[in-house]
Protein backbone atom coordinates (compact mmCIF):
# COMPACT_ATOMS: atom_id res chain seq x y z
CA UNK A 1 0.00 0.00 0.00
CA UNK A 2 1.27 3.16 -0.90
CA UNK A 3 1.50 6.18 1.92
CA UNK A 4 1.15 9.50 1.28
CA UNK A 5 1.47 12.56 3.87
CA UNK A 6 0.24 16.54 3.68
CA UNK A 7 1.46 18.65 6.44
CA UNK A 8 2.39 21.65 7.53
CA UNK A 9 3.74 23.18 10.40
CA UNK A 10 4.39 27.04 10.55
CA UNK A 11 5.65 29.26 13.31
CA UNK A 12 5.45 32.81 12.20
CA UNK A 13 3.16 36.33 13.30
CA UNK A 14 -0.22 37.20 12.50
CA UNK A 15 0.06 39.89 9.75
CA UNK A 16 -3.94 40.79 10.32
CA UNK A 17 -6.39 40.40 13.14
CA UNK A 18 -8.58 36.90 12.31
CA UNK A 19 -11.29 36.74 10.88
CA UNK A 20 -14.48 34.73 11.78
CA UNK A 21 -17.70 34.07 9.61
CA UNK A 22 -19.86 31.58 9.52
CA UNK A 23 -21.51 29.13 6.85
CA UNK A 24 -25.01 29.24 6.16
CA UNK A 25 -25.08 25.71 8.46
CA UNK A 26 -23.65 27.71 11.15
CA UNK A 27 -20.00 26.50 11.21
CA UNK A 28 -17.08 28.94 12.12
CA UNK A 29 -14.77 29.59 9.71
CA UNK A 30 -11.71 31.83 10.94
CA UNK A 31 -8.72 32.85 8.53
CA UNK A 32 -5.65 34.81 8.60
CA UNK A 33 -2.37 35.12 7.26
CA UNK A 34 1.06 34.24 9.04
CA UNK A 35 4.29 35.31 7.56
CA UNK A 36 6.97 33.06 7.64
CA UNK A 37 11.24 34.57 7.30
CA UNK A 38 13.96 32.92 5.74
CA UNK A 39 17.36 34.15 5.65
CA UNK A 40 20.52 32.97 3.96
CA UNK A 41 23.75 34.33 2.66
CA UNK A 42 24.70 34.35 -1.32
CA UNK A 43 27.84 33.32 -2.55
CA UNK A 44 29.24 37.16 -2.06
CA UNK A 45 28.70 37.13 1.40
CA UNK A 46 25.18 39.20 1.41
CA UNK A 47 23.03 38.87 4.03
CA UNK A 48 19.56 38.16 2.16
CA UNK A 49 16.18 37.65 3.80
CA UNK A 50 12.66 36.65 2.48
CA UNK A 51 8.93 36.22 3.57
CA UNK A 52 6.80 34.00 3.13
CA UNK A 53 2.95 34.87 4.01
CA UNK A 54 0.29 32.02 4.22
CA UNK A 55 -3.25 31.77 4.19
CA UNK A 56 -4.79 29.88 7.40
CA UNK A 57 -7.97 28.49 8.04
CA UNK A 58 -9.31 27.24 11.06
CA UNK A 59 -12.57 25.39 11.93
CA UNK A 60 -15.63 24.83 14.50
CA UNK A 61 -14.25 25.24 17.73
CA UNK A 62 -10.92 26.36 17.06
CA UNK A 63 -11.53 28.50 14.85
CA UNK A 64 -13.75 30.79 17.69
CA UNK A 65 -10.59 30.06 19.99
CA UNK A 66 -8.14 31.87 17.39
CA UNK A 67 -10.74 34.94 16.52
CA UNK A 68 -10.74 35.21 20.41
CA UNK A 69 -6.96 35.14 21.24
CA UNK A 70 -5.19 36.03 18.12
CA UNK A 71 -4.24 39.64 17.26
CA UNK A 72 -2.09 40.68 14.93
CA UNK A 73 1.46 40.54 15.32
CA UNK A 74 1.23 37.67 17.53
CA UNK A 75 3.92 35.05 16.93
CA UNK A 76 1.94 31.54 16.74
CA UNK A 77 2.59 27.58 15.72
CA UNK A 78 0.23 25.78 13.15
CA UNK A 79 0.05 22.83 11.72
CA UNK A 80 -2.59 21.17 9.24
CA UNK A 81 -2.43 19.96 6.09
CA UNK A 82 -1.99 22.23 2.29
CA UNK A 83 -5.59 22.53 0.77
CA UNK A 84 -6.10 23.82 -2.86
CA UNK A 85 -9.54 25.59 -3.30
CA UNK A 86 -10.56 26.72 -6.53
CA UNK A 87 -13.67 28.69 -7.75
CA UNK A 88 -15.64 30.95 -9.98
CA UNK A 89 -15.73 34.91 -9.45
CA UNK A 90 -18.01 37.11 -9.68
CA UNK A 91 -17.06 38.17 -12.60
CA UNK A 92 -16.56 34.36 -14.28
CA UNK A 93 -12.91 33.76 -14.01
CA UNK A 94 -12.00 30.46 -12.64
CA UNK A 95 -9.87 31.47 -9.31
CA UNK A 96 -7.66 28.96 -7.54
CA UNK A 97 -5.80 29.34 -3.57
CA UNK A 98 -3.83 27.59 -1.45
CA UNK A 99 -4.49 27.51 2.10
CA UNK A 100 -2.82 25.78 5.15
CA UNK A 101 -6.46 24.17 6.79
CA UNK A 102 -5.27 23.95 10.51
CA UNK A 103 -5.99 20.95 13.12
CA UNK A 104 -3.75 22.65 15.89
CA UNK A 105 -2.68 25.98 16.96
CA UNK A 106 -0.06 27.12 19.92
CA UNK A 107 0.30 30.71 21.27
CA UNK A 108 4.02 31.23 21.47
CA UNK A 109 4.17 34.70 22.90
CA UNK A 110 2.75 36.44 25.89
CA UNK A 111 0.30 38.78 26.11
CA UNK A 112 2.25 41.04 27.98
CA UNK A 113 4.49 41.56 24.85
CA UNK A 114 1.50 43.18 22.75
CA UNK A 115 0.60 45.14 25.42
CA UNK A 116 -2.57 43.23 26.87
CA UNK A 117 -3.37 42.72 30.36
CA UNK A 118 -2.70 38.78 31.61
CA UNK A 119 -5.17 38.50 33.57
CA UNK A 120 -6.04 34.45 33.68
CA UNK A 121 -4.59 31.79 32.39
CA UNK A 122 -5.73 30.83 29.18
CA UNK A 123 -5.91 27.48 27.20
CA UNK A 124 -4.04 28.55 23.83
CA UNK A 125 -4.03 24.95 22.25
CA UNK A 126 -6.80 23.25 20.37
CA UNK A 127 -6.41 20.03 18.83
CA UNK A 128 -8.81 18.46 16.31
CA UNK A 129 -9.02 15.09 18.94
CA UNK A 130 -9.84 17.55 21.44
CA UNK A 131 -13.08 19.42 19.66
CA UNK A 132 -13.81 15.88 18.74
CA UNK A 133 -13.95 15.41 22.12
CA UNK A 134 -15.72 18.34 23.69
CA UNK A 135 -18.22 17.19 20.89
CA UNK A 136 -19.91 14.28 21.86
CA UNK A 137 -23.44 14.41 22.92
CA UNK A 138 -24.01 14.32 26.78
CA UNK A 139 -26.33 11.90 27.70
CA UNK A 140 -28.93 14.69 29.17
CA UNK A 141 -30.05 17.26 27.09
CA UNK A 142 -29.91 20.63 28.71
CA UNK A 143 -31.26 22.83 25.28
CA UNK A 144 -35.50 23.99 26.11
CA UNK A 145 -37.41 22.45 23.93
CA UNK A 146 -37.82 26.02 21.97
CA UNK A 147 -34.34 26.69 20.82
CA UNK A 148 -33.81 26.49 17.34
CA UNK A 149 -30.67 23.85 17.01
CA UNK A 150 -27.82 23.61 14.43
CA UNK A 151 -27.18 20.94 12.82
CA UNK A 152 -23.73 19.72 13.74
CA UNK A 153 -21.06 19.11 11.14
CA UNK A 154 -18.45 16.56 11.89
CA UNK A 155 -15.50 17.95 10.29
CA UNK A 156 -14.49 20.29 7.33
CA UNK A 157 -14.26 17.61 4.76
CA UNK A 158 -18.23 18.02 5.02
CA UNK A 159 -18.14 21.75 4.18
CA UNK A 160 -19.11 22.78 0.23
CA UNK A 161 -16.41 25.40 -0.26
CA UNK A 162 -18.84 27.14 -2.26
CA UNK A 163 -20.85 27.54 0.96
CA UNK A 164 -17.90 29.35 2.31
CA UNK A 165 -19.07 33.42 2.64
CA UNK A 166 -15.72 35.04 1.36
Request: net charge negative; glycine share 4%.
Amino acid sequence: MARSLNRAELIGNLTRDPELRYTPQGTAVCTFSVATNRSWVTDSGEKREEVDFHKVVAWNKLAELCSQLLTKGRKVYVEGRIANRSWTGQDGTQKTTTEIVINDMLILDSRRDHGEKEEEPVKPSVTAESEAEEAKPAKKSTKSPNEDEKPEVKNEEDINPDDIPF
